[in-house]
């Protein structure tokens, strides 16, 4: 075990680990953080769920995830035609919120797609990452797992989703 040799470590340390994806990469300064740590709202999923529609009865739908204490967390969905305000409470109790705007594209036989506008960049994105502030995977700076992950593990990973496809092992 040694001390970072970093201005803003803090009196951190780091062990070295060997195996697995990304190995050797994750723990230096600097390191991308991988989309899979952080809390994604995705506009399909919302969709698929139904939480884009109206609100009725003035009640409004939320989604709810425990974070890594078990504690139970909410934010507060809020439909209109040219975004979503998310909303949830701060510490002190009192809602606050953010509005994402939506931003379109065309598709290839008329119509459009919409996204939401990161509200970083502006950029089109279907997954905003966070919960206190909500922004794309390239204003967050982060990356997949698979994109740090060592030629011979990627491998290992292709060759068994081909087996699962196959049928292979049953």
Not at 44 to 67: D, F, H, Q, S, T
Not at 69 to 96: C, Y
Not at 109 to 119: D, H, I, K, L, S
């Amino acid at each position: 075990m040694h001390l970072l040799q970093h201005p803003k470590d803090f009196g951190k340390t780091r062990m070295a680990t060997v195996g697995g994806i990304g190995s050797g990469r994750s723990l230096h300064l600097g390191a991308a953080g991988k989309v899979e740590h952080w809390r994604a709202i995705d506009l399909a999923n919302l969709r698929r769920m139904g939480l884009l529609k109206p609100i009725v009865g003035g009640r409004i739908r939320a989604i709810r995830w425990k974070n890594a204490n078990g504690r139970l967390h909410e934010l507060g969905i809020i439909p209109a035609a040219d975004g979503i305000r998310f909303v949830k409470r701060n510490d002190e109790g009192k809602l606050v919120g953010v509005f994402v705007a939506y931003t379109y594209t065309p598709t290839m036989f008329g119509g459009y797609r919409n996204w939401f506008a990161c509200p970083g960049c502006r950029r089109p994105a279907r997954i905003l990452y966070g919960v206190n502030s909500l922004r794309c995977r390239q204003c967050r700076g982060l990356k997949y797992a698979s994109q740090s992950e060592a030629s011979h593990w990627r491998a290992q990973r292709k060759a068994l989703g081909i087996r699962r496809r196959v049928g292979a092992g049953r």
